[in-house]
């Protein structure tokens, strides 16, 4: 066996610990998609704000 068979060896991490860190970062990346949507979604409704307040002005000086 190689030294660096042995430090793999040393280091491989537990199949229970594997796993809970596997569930872990993908909470957490749900976590992190969660609030780009929600940011996104207020961008987005901000934006179609501000532009049916200048559509109601517009018709609004036209007539």
Same mark, same amino acid.
């Given at each position: 066996?190689?030294?660096?068979?042995? %430090?793999?060896?040393?280091?491989?991490?537990?199949?229970?610990?594997?796993?809970?860190?596997? &569930?872990?970062?993908?909470?957490?990346?749900?976590?992190?998609? =969660?609030?780009?949507?929600?940011? &996104?979604? %207020?961008?987005? =409704?901000?934006?179609?704000? %501000?532009?049916?307040?200048?559509?109601?002005?517009? %018709?609004?000086?036209?007539?």
């Amino acid at each position: 066996m190689t030294s660096l068979a042995r %430090v793999y060896k040393r280091r491989q991490p537990k199949v229970g610990n594997g796993l809970w860190s596997f &569930v872990c970062s993908a909470n957490g990346k749900a976590g992190e998609l =969660s609030a780009i949507v929600s940011a &996104v979604t %207020v961008i987005t =409704s901000d934006l179609l704000t %501000v532009r049916a307040a200048k559509y109601e002005k517009a %018709v609004t000086v036209i007539t």
